[in-house]
């Protein structure tokens, strides 16, 4: 079978991918290995519970008719109302360390309020700071490698500020360990902080089957559970694309979505796999807990809490299956005074190791999971008093969970630290979207799989 | 060619241009564009927008418009200039 464009991978990027094309009439497949679309944003039932994984926030939230913004540019990009996603914006959010804590909504001022009142010898540079960062071109597909932090510490003086705007921007997209690079930062940290965030009330599957309804309305076709096992190279082309299930297809271009590493090590010419490149060390366990009431009920309005407790804030890969020092406790109810989930759910996200995780065996790892989740709870309740006693169900995911169901190595949610921005690659007709394209959040991937389509496929026709 | 029929041209022109605009920016205020102002300037339309309206017009009316071409839709003048052969020999007008 021979198409246009075959894109590997059903998450959000490779789906926006797909209905860019599918749209204007090219002739496209996506192809999932998972049984269930969505990738690293996806959901799952379980005991008759619905659960979401990935998505805590959607971030880059604006208020209809803010036009040069990536929510508006995504919309219609895609052809999609706003209305199919159903936003709940949230009231408010923090991070919270050992003596401080900030407070921030979708209205920077809240912030800037905030950090008036908790360090106030700084405002006037935090000022600076953030009319720098809005003036930084962080969308230019080349701009080079910067380190945040010295960027940071040139224009601010308290260390703690710098980690506390660092602890949320990290957790929500930076696979680099201790620093991260200054452009994926700003965009960051402009999705956070000078947008927002909000929920889809349906959750993460509003987004994903908006994006499937869109796909197939354009006729694009999914092979939902038959992954791209190899890709044949000749000439410094994908000349050929074998499936799981040994079916073989030709296309004139492959957009990737599986991951750098991941696209390379199943690629073959004459036999040989091409070198590979870095893959990321950063990952994470997240519990998710079902209580007997809302946060609210408990007197916990955050919709998301960005926490740290040690004097100086860490993000690596942990030396132990799991580093509780710092985390991300996620409220989904708090979204929205109106109560359109059925039951109170918290999420708990913290670094993990993959290695233990990955090496245990099946005995090891169900008790590593029991171990992790009596641990993750108690620490948890620093900052959502007596909420255990209300918990009636809870599932984990870990980095293996991540990998088998995602594909990417070592459940690195947020891919290689080196970012191929323009999507290209060593090969002529084969390129990245998602996450190791480096956009970022929920809008970013998407984005992703738009501006990958764009650049390389329909300015190119 | 008539100047009445010239005429009607143009304005067929326009509204193809103007009912795709509509389309890739639905929220765009097309209710006072000027004809010899770049579109990208009063619409308030980025590069992928742009895109848009000469993807297009190949899906609706299989005109191609290559890269190097995007420079004469600049205004709306430049289309109906560039277009209108390009849409007759398609029998779009």
Known sequence: MHYDVVIIGAGMSGLAAGIRLAYYDYRVCVVERHHAVGGLNSYYKRGGREFDVGLHALTNFVPAGKRQTPLAKLLRQLRLSRNELDLAEQRYSEVSFPGRRLRFTNDIAVLTAQVAEEFPQEIDRFRRFLADVAEFEDTRLDQPHHSARSAMRESLHDPQLIEMLLCPVMYYGNAEEHDMDFTQFVTMFKSLFFEGFARPRGGVRAIIRALVKKYRSCKGELRIGDGVAGLEIRNNRVAGLTLDSGEQLTADIVISSAGHYETMQICQENGVTPDLPDTGAVSFVETICILDRTPADLGHEAAIVFFNDSEKFHYARPREPVDLRSGVLCCPNNYDRHKHLAEGIVRLTWLADFAPWMDADADTYVAMKQACFAKAIERAEAYLPRFREHVVDWDMFTPRTIERFTGHISGAVYGSPRKIRDGRTQYENLFICGTDQGFLGIIGAMLSGITVANLHVLSDS | ?93
């Not at chain 2, 326009?14 to 639905?26: G, H, R, S, T, Y």
């Not at chain 2, 200039?81 to 398609?90: F, G, H, I, S």
């Open chain 2, 1 to 93: 060619m008539n100047a009445s029929f010239k005429n009607s041209t143009v304005e067929q022109v326009k509204k193809i241009v103007l009912d795709i605009i509509e389309l890739v920016a639905p929220d765009a205020d097309l209710s006072s564009v000027k004809s010899d102002v770049r579109l990208r300037d009063q619409l308030d339309m980025d590069s992928m927008d742009f895109l848009d309206i000469v993807m297009e017009l190949r899906k609706r009316y299989k005109v191609e418009v290559p890269k190097e071409d995007y420079t004469q839709l600049a205004t709306l003048d430049g289309c109906v200039e560039y277009l209108t052969p390009k849409l007759q020999a398609v029998a779009a007008l």
